[in-house]
């Protein structure tokens, strides 16, 4: 059962222009949640984190925002670049149990010059 | 600081046979998870340990075993491989604390034949 779920398998978006990625969840004891960026061949890297008392995230370009209600969080990249073509993948936990991440299936965004 | 380190990188097996996969955490770092990766799946959790003691397991059969020595570098098993364990396995760390952000290796890139 996919607690986590990215519907959008893919994403392209012209450079300089926002990239928003979505993702969706059911479990509404997650109460920390996170991006990953993935380059082939290579492991994930942490993008940027959000906790459940915020809706809201900056670090630079990029902007988590959080919906609770909805059970629906958002990437948002500004402006995009080429360079942010790769595979992003969001990630929540319920943080009193530990470790254990659960992952959507990835949203695999490019970015055209 | 280095990073995650998993070894080796790329594995070639049979089936039935048995496969031994290892993760260095970075320097400080307690927790050690493991996830596999195959196409359309996402990242799904293994189980993840905690000052050598297994703190959460995923739903994977007892074919997937695990543990962790003093120095936080933990190991990953499978036996009796099936053509399906074919699959990245990532390994992540993080200091251990409830819910903090995993760093993530590079991947060991198994194929079964």
């Known amino acids: 059962d996919q607690q986590v779920k990215q519907n959008s398998p893919s994403l392209s978006v012209q450079e300089g222009r926002i990239s928003i990625l979505n993702c969706d969840y059911t479990?509404?004891?997650?109460?920390?949640f996170l991006w990953y960026k993935k380059y082939p061949a290579e492991g994930p890297t942490f993008l940027i984190s959000?906790?459940?008392?915020?809706d809201k995230n900056e670090d630079g370009r990029f902007t988590v925002f959080l919906n609770k209600s909805a059970k629906h969080l958002s990437l948002h990249i500004v402006p995009s670049q080429p360079g942010d073509s790769a595979v992003y993948f969001c990630?929540?936990?319920?943080?009193?149990?530990?470790?254990?991440?659960?992952f959507g299936t990835g949203t695999s965004l490019t970015v055209i010059p | 600081k280095a990073g995650v380190t998993q070894t080796p990188r790329y594995l070639i097996k049979t089936r039935g046979q048995q496969v031994t996969l290892s993760c260095s955490p970075i320097?400080?770092?307690?927790?050690v998870s493991w996830y596999q990766q195959t196409p359309g799946q996402g990242l799904q959790f293994l189980f993840e340990y905690f000052s050598e003691t297994q703190r959460n397991k995923g739903n994977f059969p007892g074919r997937f075993s695990g543990r962790q020595f003093s120095n936080s570098r933990s190991e990953m098993n499978v036996s009796t491989l099936e053509l399906g364990d074919s699959a990245l396995y990532l390994c992540?760390?993080?200091?251990?604390?409830?819910?903090?952000?995993?760093?993530f290796g590079p991947g060991t890139r198994l194929t079964v034949l």
């Open positions: 479990n509404s004891m997650f109460d920390y």
């Open positions: 320097s400080g770092h307690r927790s």
């Open positions: 959000i906790s459940s008392i915020k």
């Open positions: 992540a760390s993080s200091l251990g604390s409830l819910g903090l952000t995993q760093y």
């Open positions: 990630a929540a936990t319920y943080s009193n149990t530990g470790n254990q991440f659960y």
